[in-house]
């Protein structure tokens, strides 16, 4: 959880706010323009690069957050989203929001 010295020195901490009230444990704020970490819930919880072992293959694939954020998420060939050092499944698009 943030501390009232994160609270205070930062703008961007009330958004986070909102996120913590509906259940997310971990919330990271990140800026479209360059990819700033604007605010984060804890000092870990930012874009990191870490490889990913697929299970059943066992192949290691690097995985950079940050091009995840760039990543053309309409791509119907794009099967998972990594962030966290997770990969979380994509069950359903936005049709309505061209991948941005």
């Known amino acids: 959880t943030m501390t ?3 609270e205070a020195g930062n703008a961007w901490y009330p ?4 996120m913590l009230a509906a259940g997310f444990t971990k919330a990271t704020l990140i800026a479209r323009a360059n ?3 604007l605010a984060t819930t804890a000092q870990g919880h930012v874009a990191t690069l870490w490889n990913y ?4 293959t066992e192949k290691v694939t690097p995985i950079n957050e940050n091009q995840e954020l760039l990543d053309n998420w309409m791509d ?3 099967k998972a989203f990594s962030f966290y050092g997770q990969r979380f499944n994509i069950i359903l698009r936005d049709e309505n929001d ?3």
């Open 4 to 6: 009232a010295h994160e």
């Open 15 to 18: 958004y986070l706010k909102p």
């Open 35 to 37: 990819y700033a970490t």
């Open 53 to 56: 072992t697929d299970p059943e």
């Open 76 to 78: 119907n060939n794009k």
């Open 98 to 100: 061209n991948g941005q």
